[in-house]
Nanobody, 126 residues
């Protein structure tokens, strides 16, 4: 059983930064899981943002160069550092976990993840 708790959301002006945290509680090491970040706005499907799978990192094109996913193994926590935020980044952000997959292309799918956090709101203002 894996439990995920996000934190770090809030209100920020365009061009600013936020760091989201995803605390992973599991009986086994968080290194055995891929932790993905997704976001969702009202009326839209949940969108893949980034994933950290062992030491591999993948990002959706719209956040490349602005967002960075990292981990602190000692704390079993995965972070999403978000810089140069713009209005389109406003959403509820979720972290999710799945055992490492042989096909990295599947990390973009919400159906690939077994465990989800409760979400944290990120609002970017002009």
């Amino acid at each position: 059983q894996v439990q995920l708790v996000e934190s770090g959301g809030g209100l920020v002006q365009a061009g600013g930064s936020l760091r989201l945290s995803c605390s992973v509680s599991a009986r086994t090491s968080a290194y055995e899981y891929a932790v993905g970040w997704f976001r969702q706005t009202p009326g839209k499907e949940r969108e893949f943002v980034a994933v950290l799978a062992w030491n591999d990192r993948f990002y959706v094109d719209s956040v490349k160069g602005r967002f960075t996913v990292s981990k602190d193994g000692a704390k079993n926590t995965v972070y999403l550092q978000m810089n140069s935020l713009n209005l389109e980044d406003t959403a509820v952000y979720y972290c999710a976990a799945t055992p490492l997959l042989s096909d990295s292309g599947k990390y973009v799918r919400t159906s690939s993840y077994d465990y989800w956090g409760q979400g944290t709101q990120v609002t970017v203002s002009s």
